[in-house]
């Protein structure tokens, strides 16, 4: 008769350790699913209620290089601020018979920024980054060629406006793009939304 191969045998099974160890395991693998949902469970939250409100944010422009756009997130909408160089104003001259509304007349902006340049200082340019036409964000074109001085294309329609926002004739778009209250703590420090007091 053949004997059945024997097994090696451990040191005896506690069987209260193993209830321990299967608990700390247990515990263990509730704090990694939960760890790892809180990113998740955050993502449906409702945007916190201040920026949501469009509560004023400051921001600081000395990082800011002439001709680069800073883009944010304030009041549930995309927020540019453009510093323009010298030739980025020059293009926005002599190009109002290209325009729908090249005085902002019918646009949204503070009266302070109903200006050709749109803005409290022409070196900065504040806006929101949302077509006028169905709300999409446009994209910034700054590269200038021999029909374009540079500006913002929608990808949606292709309505089209120049470094100021404001928008050309012939596009989707009905208006400029809206441009919010704005001032100036000191020379490089913006304020945006709240109290208008330019320094």
């Not at 263990?28 to 939960?34: E, F, T």
């Not at 209620?49 to 549930?76: C, F």
């Not at 990808?155 to 704005?182: E, K, M, Q, W, Y």
Request: with cysteine; proline share 11%; hydrophobic share 40%.
């Amino acid at each position: 008769m053949q004997k059945e191969p024997q097994t090696p045998q451990g040191p005896a099974c506690d069987p209260e350790k193993r209830r321990l160890l299967l608990a700390a395991s247990g515990l263990a693998g509730a704090g990694v699913v939960a760890g790892m949902s809180v990113p998740f469970v955050t993502t449906l939250l409702p945007p916190e209620p201040r920026t949501a409100a469009g509560a004023p944010i400051e921001v600081d422009l000395s990082v800011l290089e002439p001709g680069r756009m800073l883009s944010l997130q304030w009041n549930n909408k995309p927020l540019w601020i453009l510093r323009r160089t010298p030739e980025m104003l020059a293009a926005l001259q002599g190009a109002d018979s290209r325009l729908l509304d090249p005085h902002s007349t019918a646009s949204e902006q503070p009266a302070y920024c109903r200006n050709p340049f749109r803005s409290i200082n022409p070196e900065v340019w504040v806006a929101e980054g949302l077509c006028t036409h169905m709300g999409c964000i446009p994209i910034f074109s700054p590269q200038r060629t021999a029909d374009w001085a540079g500006g913002f294309v929608c990808p949606c329609h292709a309505a089209r406006f120049d470094l100021a926002g404001r928008v050309f004739a012939g596009s989707v778009a009905p208006r400029n793009l809206t441009i919010p209250s704005h001032c100036y703590l000191s020379a490089n420090r913006l304020r945006i939304g709240g109290a208008e007091t330019p320094a």
